[in-house]
């Protein structure tokens, strides 16, 4: 939680201030998630802190919304490139994804909790970065997102807005899709895929995740016959969410 708390600060994420006269702060709070490794074994524990979003009013503090989530046939679509042309798949995290846009609405917030003992009753966070939670905040980072994509000699594709393609000058072909805050990126040109992963990172707080191993609830095993992909652990963690009894299944 210090750790998260400590990249907030640093991005200058908000600033204390007295709430105004007629505003009402947005709420928050603390998320707690397990990562696990392939293993089935505890990478780490993850905190997030994030606002309450559903506390925002339309036409207040939040206008338009929009989601980068990619359509599971451009999934399909790109697995199947990698796996017949034997292209490299590779995952990249960004970290703290929503934070890389500068907020344009006038926002309130409460005070983290177990972080204010130094602040007076009335003192709130006014917004400057666009955080988890706020309903205005995947449309901010993917804008800023697609405007560099777009800067590095990607096109955009119409019929999916998550899906990024790049033909170069010597006629190899760079794709990437993205799904929040999670890239993968197939191509068959190492040299190109070396060059974009340079130019995110200096755009970007970039984690390289290797090759694909997990993405869209879909596990990736790769091997020298192929690609293989299965949803078995999508289906375990579904059921462990909801408290029912696993089943038997069979591919």
């Known amino acids: 939680m210090d750790m998260e708390m400590e990249a907030l600060d640093k991005n200058n994420t908000w600033e204390l201030v007295p709430l105004p006269n007629?505003?009402?702060?947005?709420?928050?709070?603390?998320?707690?998630?397990?990562?696990?490794?392939?293993?089935?074994?505890?990478?780490?524990?993850?905190?997030?802190?994030?606002?309450?979003?559903?506390?925002?009013?339309?036409?207040?503090?939040?206008?338009?919304?929009?989601a980068p989530v990619a359509k599971m046939n451009t999934v399909r679509v790109i697995l199947s490139l990698a796996a017949n042309y034997n292209w490299n798949l590779h995952q990249f995290d960004v970290k703290n994804a929503f934070l890389h846009r500068e907020l344009e609405e006038e926002i309130y917030m409460n005070v983290p909790p177990g972080y204010g003992e130094h602040t007076t009753v009335n003192t709130v966070c006014k917004l400057k970065k666009a955080l988890y939670g706020l309903k205005q905040s995947p449309r901010a980072w993917f804008g800023r997102f697609t405007k560099v994509m777009v800067g590095l000699g990607f096109k955009q594709s119409q019929g999916?807005?998550?899906?990024?393609?790049?033909?170069?000058?010597?006629?190899?072909?760079?794709?990437?899709?993205?799904?929040?805050?999670?890239?993968?990126?197939?191509?068959?040109?190492?040299?190109?895929?070396?060059?974009?992963?340079?130019?995110?990172?200096?755009?970007?707080?970039?984690?390289?995740?290797?090759?694909?191993?997990?993405?869209?609830?879909?596990?990736?095993?790769?091997?020298?016959?192929?690609?293989?992909?299965?949803?078995?652990?999508?289906?375990?963690?579904?059921?462990?969410?909801?408290?029912?009894?696993?089943?038997?299944?069979?591919?």
């Open 22 to 66: 007629g505003k009402k702060p947005v709420g928050c709070k603390w998320v707690y998630t397990v990562k696990y490794k392939a293993d089935g074994s505890i990478e780490r524990y993850k905190p997030r802190f994030v606002a309450k979003g559903f506390t925002q009013t339309y036409g207040v503090d939040y206008s338009d919304t929009f």
């Open 160 to 251: 999916d807005h998550t899906l990024f393609v790049k033909h170069s000058e010597t006629g190899g072909v760079t794709v990437l899709l993205v799904y929040v805050d999670d890239i993968i990126v197939t191509c068959d040109d190492e040299e190109e895929q070396k060059l974009l992963s340079q130019h995110l990172a200096k755009e970007f707080k970039i984690k390289t995740l290797g090759k694909l191993k997990y993405f869209f609830g879909i596990e990736v095993a790769h091997s020298k016959k192929g690609i293989f992909i299965s949803q078995q652990k999508y289906i375990t963690d579904l059921l462990q969410e909801t408290g029912k009894t696993a089943c038997k299944y069979t591919n």
